[in-house]
């Protein structure tokens, strides 16, 4: 049997961003949550449904709940939105870490810096030691 390839593109990034356990009155949530964002932004209900080629009514109906938004429609309305498939769909932030880079993080830095040829002499360097520490 072969393996099947990751899709990709704006599906594979609402595949990801579904990847956070959901409550049981995740359409509610998600109702409320397209309010706020579309409140932001300062647009009205219509704006949105324009910008997604569909009618009012029907996007009155994502917002209150009624139905369930199409999967095709999440990355056009994202960008609607003007935010990402994550933020719109409620998943968890990841967290970011306060405080100065470690001494670490700044060896990374650099390396990533280096062009290509130097970043897998210093890779095989560090290869060996692990290998020998192993």
Known sequence: MQAQNPPAGPIARIMTAFDFPMSADFAEQFGKR?????????????????????????????ERGFRRLPVQL??????????????LLGAPQPKVKRGPPSEWEKRFTAIKELPRDKQREIQNVVDALIAKAS
Do not use: F, N, P, W
């Open 34 to 62: 397209l309010v706020a964002l579309r409140e932001a932004k300062g647009l009205t209900q219509a704006a949105v449904a324009a910008k997604l080629g569909i009618t009012l009514g029907r996007y009155g109906h994502y």
């Open 74 to 87: 999440v990355a056009q309305l994202a960008e609607a939105l003007e935010c990402s498939e994550s933020e």
